[in-house]
């Protein structure tokens, strides 16, 4: 049946398809950045154009599916099935099964230059851990599943609330949501801070101190081959894309081991470049320090030659409180005299407004718009201060598998996609 649709030059039609190809319509439709209307339209459009039906479609436990399709293409379908001897049912699944068939999933694009994402502030306690980990969970979800994002800007809404004194929750828009395949992007995690708190959030497990390490590689003294101390995260979730280079308290000693070492800024950059064509993204979740090993991260996120603006650089952390400007202060500092010496370009991924509720009052919204004021670094996330992070952290699993719709999520996903 049909009838016209209210809003749009279109008209409604009803009928019935398999679950599994609806969802198959669905995800791929989303690949493309079409809407599922127009993928049916192109269908059905292409197998009425065609000599014959095509193979048969099994549309055993079909259910109710409807989409909108332009005046007179359903009715033209209706008698194109009756020649054909098919019912509505299995032509409709044809066509979209045609489709599919037309329009393959896209291949996951690869960066020509592996890009690197060093999160930073000197401050501890900001959450810089739980940003690294979320930003690589979001960039590695699978690309033939769709995933709860959010579209509208997380900001405007919380500033919204700030100005009227409502929740986040208070406010929300259930069309802010959208449904979008993961960017299926090979990420590799580097825990570069000494208390191990990206390996440990994980569940894996730190290095030992009388073994190799990412500081032994640094200080150009291996024990083996860095590829070896790499673990996968999460296999059933992230499928082999998502793996972390765990750290070892040796760390502690990075600084006065790089004091004797040559062109010691590159430390990092030597260590971690062989590892590099296996990936599209690196992501180093740095300590709270403004030392040799700062600088060494720094100029591991520098531009490289043929490398565009904003591909690589460092992606601050910071909280709607008073001590994070400080910090950010200082950590700005660093990285512009680091510039400045030795004339490289470390280009700002931008400000993570991290653990923020708009509860606490005049301190954290009023704080909050002073990171916005900032505009260049821009914010490019704003993460609540929610249960699931802190319950993630407790069962050692990552974020996005533990609580995949979770506000949280949601937002690091939306970070992730700013980001990129």
């Not at 894309?241 to 040559?262: E, G, I, M, N, Y």
Request: net charge negative; glycine share 6%.
């Amino acid at each position: 049946m049909s009838s016209p649709a209210t809003s749009t030059e279109r008209e409604k039609v009803v009928s019935k398809l398999p679950g599994w190809l609806r969802q198959n319509l669905k995800i791929r439709a989303a690949q493309h950045g079409i809407e599922i209307q127009t993928a049916v339209e192109q269908g059905i459009r292409d197998w009425c154009s065609l000599a014959s039906a095509t193979a048969h479609v099994d549309t055993a436990s079909a259910d109710s599916f409807s989409t909108f399709l332009p005046p007179g293409q359903w009715e033209e379908f209706r008698q194109i099935t009756t020649d054909r001897r098919v019912s509505l049912i299995q032509g409709l699944a044809q066509s979209v099964n045609l489709w599919l068939d037309s329009n393959p999933a896209p291949e996951t694009e690869r960066p020509e230059i592996t890009r690197r994402i060093v999160v930073c502030n000197q401050k501890g306690g900001v959450g810089k851990t739980a940003i690294t980990a979320g930003l690589g969970e979001a960039l590695a979800e699978d690309s033939d599943t769709l995933h709860p994002v959010r579209i509208a800007k997380a900001l405007t809404k919380a500033l919204r609330a700030s100005d009227t004194h409502e929740t986040e929750e208070q406010t929300e828009d259930p069309l802010d949501i959208e449904n979008l395949p993961g960017p299926g992007q090979r990420v590799l995690l580097i825990d570069f801070d000494p208390q191990c708190h990206l390996t440990n959030q994980l569940g894996a497990t730190p290095l030992p101190m009388n073994g190799d390490s990412l500081t032994n590689h640094m200080a150009g003294d291996p024990k083996g081959d860095l590829r070896d101390l790499i673990v996968s995260v999460d296999n059933e979730t992230f499928h082999d894309r998502l793996h972390l280079l765990p750290a070892c308290t040796d760390a502690f000693l990075l600084d006065v081991r790089l004091s004797a070492v040559r062109a010691r800024e590159a430390a990092l950059e030597r260590a971690l470049a062989p590892l590099e064509g296996e990936y599209d993204v690196v992501i180093v979740d740095c300590p709270p320090s403004l030392g040799i090993s700062m600088d060494a991260a720094a100029y591991y996120g520098r531009r490289r030659d043929g490398e565009k603006p904003g591909q690589s650089g460092t992606l601050i952390v910071v909280q709607a409180e008073d001590s994070s400007v400080d910090a950010y202060d200082l950590l700005t500092t660093q990285i512009d005299d680091l510039r400045s010496d030795l004339q490289v370009d470390i280009d700002y991924l931008g400000i993570v407004v991290n653990l923020y509720d708009s509860r606490r009052g005049y301190i954290a919204t009023s704080s909050l718009q002073g990171w916005v004021d900032i505009k260049d670094p821009r914010v490019v996330g704003l993460i609540g201060d929610l249960k699931e992070q802190k319950e993630a952290v407790r069962v050692k699993k990552p974020l996005l598998s533990y609580a995949p719709k979770s506000e949280q999520a949601v937002g690091m996903r939306a970070m992730a996609r700013e980001v990129s």
